[in-house]
């Protein structure tokens, strides 16, 4: 009628193969919830900030992540923008550091489209 501790404790660890399984079941399910509550939205914002700074412009109003608001006059290449920040004042700046443009400038017109443009005042001033 007494079993001995040991027997007692080998015949319990038979059946611990369904139970390992529910065990690590919540932290899945902490996993998934932290994916679609955090990562998921994290993703979606880096890719729009890469779409907003891929679209900047000359003429654009924007504010750089160290709080510098300034006009741009002048798209470097794809890594890096000048822009001004008071009259004479041109600052190049990397485009991964611009936190958010605030409005946007009129688009750079082509040399085709300002010669068109001109041509028209010179035919107008001729007559």
Do not use: C, W
Not at 54 to 63: P, S, Y
Not at 77 to 90: K, L, Y
Not at 92 to 116: C, F, H, L, S, Y
């Amino acid at each position: 009628m007494f079993i001995t501790p040991a027997f007692a404790q080998a015949a319990a660890a038979g059946g611990d193969t369904g139970s390992m399984l529910m065990s690590l079941l919540p932290f899945a399910l902490i996993f998934v919830i932290m994916y679609f509550l955090i990562l998921r939205p994290q993703q979606k914002k880096v890719k729009d900030h890469a779409e907003l700074v891929k679209n900047i412009r000359r003429g654009d109003t924007i504010v750089t992540s160290g709080g510098m608001v300034g006009k741009v006059t002048k798209v470097v290449d794809d890594e890096q923008i000048e822009f001004e920040i008071s009259d004479g004042v041109r600052v190049r700046q990397m485009r991964t550091m611009i936190a958010g443009v605030r409005t946007k400038g009129e688009p750079a017109k082509d040399k085709a489209e300002k010669a068109d443009i001109k041509a028209v005042k010179d035919d107008s001033t001729a007559s």
